[in-house]
């Protein structure tokens, strides 16, 4: 198995990643209002400060993106029905201003979820997070229930990331051709899938209900969770009062 990705320790439990993830997410999707968003946009750059995140590999996958998150914005931009700023008649197409906003908003929406998903893979270990979905769980993810199984085969899965993250860099920058690279990616992935199988036989993996229930919430856990209910707080204030100004 490769190295795992070099991250800091956090200072939080993984169940606070997971609510703080959350508790982005649901109003990022809802919300209109751009001091709203603000205040979440100033809740995700904190937590990337927290943890020491850079900024470069979040670029990167931007650029991975940049043709979905241009194609969405075209899309908004010209099929948006409303106050015609611009437009081209032979076409039938017209940029509105309506159209402007939504795809601001589209794109905002965007890579906020792309910064949240990579802020929490970044900070957090996969297993550690499955491990704190299971203690959320609680008795549903018991050893012989069906969620159990689930969180089994999610820590597996997960913990299956980091090694594809770091392959896919060398698969991308390697000598050969592409069917080549391809063909050496999919055997290592195997030996990798046959490495982690074994080791869940063998037992030496740990099980997720038993990382749960070593996991402890701390003081700091308490001060970032107010913190983030303050944010939301404020910001659902700041939604509600534009929306009834």
Known sequence: M????????SPLDPRTHLLFALALLLPLFRWER???LALLAVAGVAYGLLHHLPPRPF???LRFLRALLLITVALNLLLTPGHVLIGVAPL???ITREGVGLALLTAVRLVGAVWIAHAL???VEPEALVAGLARLAGRLAAPGRRLHHAVVVASLALGFLPWF???LHTWRDGPLDLDGRLRRLITAGEQEITARAAAAESGTLTDPTTAAAALR???ADGLF???VVATVTAGWVLEIGALQG
Do not use: E, M
């Not at 490769?2 to 320790?9: Q, S």
């Open 2 to 9: 490769l190295p795992r990705l070099d991250r800091r320790a």
């Open 34 to 36: 751009p001091a709203a």
């Open 59 to 61: 670029l990167t996958i």
């Open 92 to 94: 039938h197409l017209w």
């Open 121 to 123: 893979y970044r900070a």
């Open 165 to 167: 993250a770091a392959h």
């Open 217 to 219: 919430l701390s003081a």
């Open 225 to 227: 969770t107010l913190l």
